[in-house]
T-cell receptor, first 113, second 115 residues
Framework: GQQLNQSPQSMFIQEGEDVSMNCTSSSIFNTWLWYKQDPGEGPVLLIA?????ELTSNGRLTAQFGITRKDSFLNISASIPSDVGIYFCAGQLTSGATNKLIFGTGTLLAVQP | NAGVMQNPRHLVRRRGQEARLRCSPM?????VYWYRQLPEEGLKFMVY????????ESGMPKERFSAEFPKEGPSILRIQQVVRGDSAAYFC?????????????FGDGTRLSIL
């Protein structure tokens, strides 16, 4: 099946540092989403991107939808301890009858206070 | 994750038993999706339902798994004759509509353990 390659797999940073992670696909998506998952919980939507080239911010988070529609990145500025968690990118497929998300492999973020 | 309610949060079954997982979508949402997450992996799509209809079940195993979303009541994911490999976290999501600008919102999942 389709897969999204997400990198890096894990990051261990100091509080206050900026973070960048990205996601690439062999297929084109019309919508890219970024989710955060805390232990024992479900993914929470952070940012949704609907247009190639679009740059969207949500507080300290900024995400971009790649021009080729095959990639996206997420930046977190001035990280804080509560940013700890697993970040997933997801491409949305809405062709025909389907409407499903294809998830990346995840980036584990650890923030040292 | 407020809004999408899943129960139970944890479910333990012995091999060969049946597992029933329930999902109540966010208020006003009529589109429901089930995903499975194995340890240290991303979520994998299983099935997409709209009230009383299965729209896309391309990610669901052909045997032992079934899903429904009746006119009244929650969506149910049913796994018959469970095996050890069914141990995973099962997440439900819902959306208002199926358009590309209608994001899916997730519940906190049911963690299924098979003894």
């Amino acid at each position: 099946g389709q897969q999204l390659n997400q990198s890096p797999q894990s990051m261990f940073i100091q509080e206050g540092e900026d973070v960048s992670m990205n996601c690439t696909s062999s297929s084109i998506f019309n919508t890219w989403l970024w989710y955060k998952q805390d232990p024992g919980e479900g993914p929470v939507l952070l940012i949704a991107l609907y247009k190639a080239g679009e740059l969207t911010s949500n507080g300290r988070l900024t995400a971009q939808f790649g021009i080729t529609r095959k990639d996206s990145f997420l930046n977190i500025s001035a990280s804080i301890p509560s940013d700890v968690g697993i970040y997933f990118c997801a491409g949305q497929l809405t062709s025909g009858a389907t409407n499903k998300l294809i998830f990346g492999t995840g980036t584990l973020l650890a923030v040292q206070p | 994750n407020a809004g999408v309610m899943q129960n139970p949060r944890h479910l333990v079954r012995r091999r060969g038993q049946e597992a029933r997982l329930r999902c109540s979508p966010m208020k006003g949402h009529s589109h429901v999706y089930w995903y499975r997450q194995l340890p240290e992996e991303g979520l994998k799509f299983m099935v997409y339902l709209q009230k009383e209809n299965i729209i896309d079940e391309s990610g669901m195993p052909k045997e032992r798994f079934s899903a429904e979303f009746p006119k009244e009541g929650p969506s149910i994911l049913r796994i018959q004759q469970v095996v050890r490999g069914d141990s995973a976290a099962y997440f439900c999501a819902s959306s208002l509509d199926r358009g590309r600008n209608q994001p899916q919102h997730f519940g906190d999942g049911t963690r299924l353990s098979i003894l």
